[in-house]
């Protein structure tokens, strides 16, 4: 099932290949009815590429040039580049879930959570809502969210979401339903593809049988067996995806990577001091894997990994003291640092704002949010779920 609408969908951006500014230009200069004759068509053109998606959904019907504009690959591609380098995050959006049972999704501002003195979220209308199923978040790149939507006895389907554009696209998943699973989501910038990578381990009478991996290609809309991974039993969260792989905990507290490209499994190298932590989680500094090491609830050390690949790269960037208020809860992974040096991250089920500069902490108390549980942050693109 495929959420397309009577607009016209912009084809996916090919990232490999360089944007052509006067591909851009040739086009505005197509159309002599521009509403605004007295201005070049460069200016109009960076005036586009910093719009908000809601505003250039609306002007693709200013003129026939203006839709074909907005509606190319380049101009998709060129959008996304200039949002995703914005640190001001003023085109990033965070998705929060209350629960595992939680049919709800709920979105709100970066900018707002960062800047607002009482940020506001709003429900979103996510195509993985009715009431036998509930979404888990599987991962964002590029503005598409994927939802694995699951059913009180097992997986039922994938669904790869644009929430900006409003376009979905629903990905059965046809093979034997099983309960227990964890998945990865990636754009693979070699093939110009986006991939689910999911890890189903399969029980005979309670006992762990074998662990099937199988990999979903966007561009072909098929799965794929790949060779059964034989390690030690990958936790639960959904993976992280740095330099080409996908990284997992296992039940030891080891660091597990596939590569993408490859598909070959390995163990990272860490220090020996993320074993003697009480609660391990990982995450993604900028671009960078960190790590969350949860100390007796007392407080966090946070680890980055400065060049992949190197143990002795691993670095201890900050160590956040949990609030007198814990209550037996934890941090959970960074999801940005701000202009300012605020890092915006999850304590329990609510946000928090912490400066390490005086080492303070800031609860925020964000309108209409129920304690989230489940978190994703996104960029909001043009980009479109189909080939």
Same mark, same amino acid.
């Given at each position: 099932m495929e959420s397309r609408g009577d607009e016209v969908i912009p084809r996916h951006p090919k990232q490999s290949k360089p944007t052509n500014p006067a591909h851009f230009l040739s086009v505005l200069n197509q159309d002599s009815l521009l509403p605004m004759p007295n201005l070049p068509a460069e200016l109009i053109l960076e005036i586009l590429l910093k719009l908000p998606v809601k505003?250039?959904?609306?002007?693709?019907?200013?003129?026939?040039? =203006? #839709?074909?504009? &907005?509606?190319?690959?380049? $101009?998709?591609k060129a959008r996304l580049s200039l949002s995703t380098s914005n640190k001001t995050y003023t085109h990033h959006g965070v998705i929060t879930?209350?629960?595992?049972?939680?049919?709800?999704?709920?979105?709100?501002?970066?900018?707002? #959570?960062?800047y607002d003195s009482v940020p506001e979220s709003f429900e979103l209308d996510n195509p993985g809502k009715n009431p036998n199923a509930f979404p888990l978040f599987v991962g964002s790149v590029n503005g598409l969210v994927c939802l694995a939507i699951n059913l009180f006895y097992g997986l039922d389907c994938f669904i790869i =979401?644009?929430?900006? &554009?409003?376009?979905?696209?629903? #990905?059965?998943y046809e093979e034997h339903i099983v309960p227990y $699973?964890?998945?990865? $989501?990636?754009?693979?910038?070699?093939?110009?593809d986006y991939k689910i990578v999911g890890i189903f381990p399969i029980y005979d009478y309670a006992i762990l049988c074998r662990i099937e991996v199988k990999i979903y290609s966007l561009k072909n809309d098929s799965w794929k067996r790949v060779k059964n991974?034989?390690?030690?039993?990958?936790?639960?969260?959904?993976?992280?995806?740095?330099?080409?792989?996908?990284? =997992? #905990?296992?039940?030891? =507290?080891?660091?597990?990577?596939?590569?993408l490209a490859d598909e070959k499994w390995e163990e990272v190298d860490q220090p020996c001091c993320f074993k003697g932590c009480g609660f391990l989680k990982l995450g993604v500094f900028e671009s960078d894997l960190s790590v969350f090491c949860n100390y007796a609830w007392t407080h966090v050390d946070v680890w980055v990994m400065k060049e992949y690949g190197v143990k002795e790269s691993w670095t201890k960037m900050f160590t956040v003291k949990s609030p007198e208020d814990s209550g037996?809860?934890?941090?959970?992974?960074?999801?940005?640092?701000?202009?300012?040096g605020e890092?915006?991250?999850?304590?329990?089920?609510?946000?928090?704002?912490?400066?390490?500069?005086?080492?303070?902490i800031r609860y925020l108390d964000v309108t209409k949010l129920a304690p989230c549980l489940e978190v994703q942050i996104y960029v909001k693109s043009l980009v479109c779920p189909f080939y």
């Open positions: 505003s250039l959904l609306q002007f693709r019907s200013v003129s026939k040039s =203006w #839709l074909s504009l &907005i509606s190319s690959p380049e $101009f998709v879930k209350a629960s595992n049972t939680s049919r709800g999704v709920e979105d709100c501002s970066i900018c707002s #959570l960062l =979401w644009n929430p900006s &554009i409003k376009k979905y696209k629903k #990905l059965p $699973f964890t998945f990865g $989501f990636a754009y693979d910038e070699f093939e110009d991974y034989k390690g030690a039993e990958l936790l639960g969260d959904s993976a992280k995806f740095v330099n080409g792989n996908f990284h =997992w #905990l296992d039940k030891h =507290w080891n660091i597990i990577s596939m590569d037996g809860r934890i941090f959970y992974p960074i999801i940005l640092m701000s202009n300012e890092i915006l991250l999850k304590f329990g089920s609510r946000f928090v704002k912490y400066n390490p500069k005086d080492d303070s």
